[in-house]
Nanobody
């Protein structure tokens, strides 16, 4: 399963970016979709997920929005009011999930994209 991320870049603090993840071989509504990030020297952390509803890490709640477009088989992460601490490589992931438990844990996910860099200065 190939996941193709796009939309990363460099922005100033307070700016916005929207990441996209195309899942051409999947129908997003049939799986749990998640966004993760990893900053240099830090562990990968779950940012947002969408399954039966949306889930967010506390550090991004109120600023980031995860959504999906079934017809385009694409999942989005709208990131608003970005902060320097949001700087990281962002990864899209797909999980075959039965129950909506622990959906911000990377162990729940089976397929991963290559990542897209987000830099906030």
């Amino acid at each position: 399963v190939q996941l193709v991320e796009s939309g990363g870049g460099s922005v100033q603090a307070g700016g916005n970016l929207t990441l996209s993840c195309a899942t051409p071989a999947l129908t997003p509504s049939g799986y749990c979709m998640g966004w993760f990030r990893q900053a240099p020297g830090k562990e990968r952390e779950g940012v947002a997920a969408i399954f039966d509803r949306t889930y967010y890490a506390g550090s991004v709640k109120g600023r980031f929005i995860i959504s999906e477009d079934d017809s385009e088989k694409t999942v989005f992460l709208q990131m608003n009011n970005l902060r320097p601490e949001d700087t990281a490589m962002y990864y899209c992931a797909v999980g075959i999930v039965t129950w909506p438990i622990g959906l911000l844990r990377d162990s729940k996910y089976d397929y991963w994209g290559q990542g897209t860099q987000v830099t906030v200065s």
